[in-house]
């Protein structure tokens, strides 16, 4: 079972999670060519046991409808209880399918998945995929796990490096199209990198993406920030400065920190 599919843009953003993607999502669904879809991947790959037994029945979408009402995601989580058997790829089709009757051809889908998967080289090799590589500063990441987390900083640290390569090896061996963004740039200077990425993905800049409160996205699977209009006002830094931290132990990953985070500046 196959759904014809369209050459579509599509940006997906990548990284592992706690890097910024629910504000980044947010703040780019702000632009009036882009949509965001928050954690596509979680939402298509719901076990259908917990599909039936009504697992997105109290979940409530950004845009502020619940998530089975949502024109976007409703009509969606109706389809993939009627098709449980079907593959990855014929399910996001189909969203790119409902995606494209809801907001028409020339608006851009936004997947902030995170995760890379087989599912994302499909779409590079049927579509106009674009991969924002999305990472945060290893000081600062490893600072807010810690305080949720019963790990140690270097424990926490390794999983920073090993997400983060895994990632970079993923988006490298299928020579996927990738514009490296790190939170700590983004939120240092906010309009400068959401101009450069605009430039990127070929649409004009919005100061609108200036603030994701105003957002448009539909994210049904992300982090609280999907319903926190006051804190999401305004791009900006959540936890201590990585200045702040101590990262003697962390020298081994500074290198690799300069690469992912601070491209586009000098590195830190």
Request: proline share 4%; glycine share 4%; hydrophobic share 40%.
């Given at each position: 079972e196959t759904l014809?599919?369209?050459?579509?843009?599509?940006i997906l953003v990548a990284g592992i999670g706690h890097s910024g993607s629910t504000i980044l999502d947010l703040s780019l669904g702000c632009h009036p060519d882009i949509v965001g879809l928050g954690e596509v991947s979680k939402v298509l790959r719901t076990p259908a046991a917990s599909l039936a037994a009504g697992r997105y029945d109290d979940v409530t979408c950004?845009?502020?409808?619940?998530a089975l009402e949502c024109a976007m995601w409703g009509p969606v989580i109706e389809w993939?209880?009627?098709?449980?058997?079907?593959?990855?790829?014929?399910?996001?089709?189909?969203?790119?399918?409902?995606?494209?009757?809801?907001f028409g051809p020339a608006v851009i889908?936004?997947?902030?998945?995170?995760?890379?998967?087989?599912?994302?080289?499909?779409?590079?090799?049927?579509?106009?995929?674009?991969?924002?590589?999305?990472?945060?500063?290893?000081?600062?990441?490893?600072?807010?796990r810690a305080r949720k987390?019963?790990?140690?900083?270097?424990?926490?640290?390794?999983?920073?490096?090993?997400?983060?390569?895994?990632?970079?090896?993923?988006?490298?061996?299928?020579?996927?199209?990738c514009f490296a963004l790190g939170y700590?740039?983004?939120?240092?200077?906010?309009?400068?990198?959401?101009?450069?990425l605009c430039d990127w993905l070929g649409?004009?800049?919005?100061?609108?993406?200036?603030e994701p409160a105003r957002s448009n996205s539909h994210i049904i699977r992300g982090n609280h920030l999907i319903h926190d209009r006051a804190g999401t006002a305004h791009i900006r830094r959540s936890g201590p400065s990585p200045e702040a931290s101590?990262?003697?132990?962390?020298?081994?990953?500074?290198?690799?920190?300069?690469?992912?985070?601070?491209?586009?500046s000098h590195g830190k």
């Open positions: 014809i599919m369209t050459a579509q843009k599509i950004s845009c502020g409808a619940a993939l209880g009627q098709h449980p058997h079907s593959s990855i790829n014929t399910r996001f089709a189909y969203v790119l399918e409902h995606f494209r009757g809801l889908p936004l997947d902030s998945s995170k995760t890379v998967r087989p599912y994302q080289v499909h779409l590079h090799r049927h579509h106009d995929l674009r991969v924002i590589f999305l990472a945060r500063d290893v000081r600062t990441w490893t600072y807010t987390e019963s790990r140690t900083r270097w424990q926490l640290a390794w999983r920073w490096y090993r997400g983060n390569r895994r990632t970079e090896r993923f988006l490298h061996r299928h020579g996927m199209a700590e740039e983004l939120v240092a200077q906010p309009e400068r990198m959401l101009a450069q649409v004009d800049f919005d100061r609108r993406m200036l101590d990262a003697r132990w962390l020298q081994p990953l500074m290198r690799a920190n300069r690469r992912w985070v601070y491209s586009r």
